[in-house]
């Protein structure tokens, strides 16, 4: 059983940037694929970013593409999720998730929340225009 806490989230201009981070615990942190989807008010939770257990793989919705960056660090057992250039439409809870243990997706895989396993609670990120 994989538990996920996320951290980070808080209150930023637009323009302005943010990181929030997933700690993961209870398994083998670098044989899961990882992803950060989001949930605005009123919104269906939408994908983010998404990065291969291996760490060779990163996807990203169009949306966030180019602003955002997905990392993770296997030695700390954390993926990171850095926001840049943040617009007001990016305002939501941000949830990380975990999924596919030692398994290859296909690219759109990454993308369906129906592919991960594990949630984490979520941190609110807002964003002031």
């Known amino acids: 059983q994989v538990q996920l806490v996320e951290s980070g989230g808080g209150l930023v201009q637009a323009g302005g940037s943010l990181r929030v981070s997933c700690l993961a615990s209870?398994?083998?942190?670098?044989?899961?694929?990882m992803g950060w989807f989001r949930q605005a008010p009123g919104k269906e939770r939408e994908f983010a970013a998404a990065i291969s257990w291996s760490g060779g793989s990163v996807y990203y919705a169009d949306s966030v593409k180019g602003r955002f960056t997905i990392s993770r660090d296997n030695a700390k057992n954390t993926v990171y999720l850095q926001m840049n250039n943040l617009k007001p439409d990016d305002t939501a809870v941000y949830y990380c998730a975990a999924g596919g243990r030692s398994t290859y997706w296909s690219a759109n895989a990454y993308a369906r929340d129906l592919k991960y396993n594990y949630w984490g609670q979520g941190t609110q990120v807002t964003v002031s225009s």
């Open positions: 209870g398994g083998t942190f670098s044989r899961y694929s």
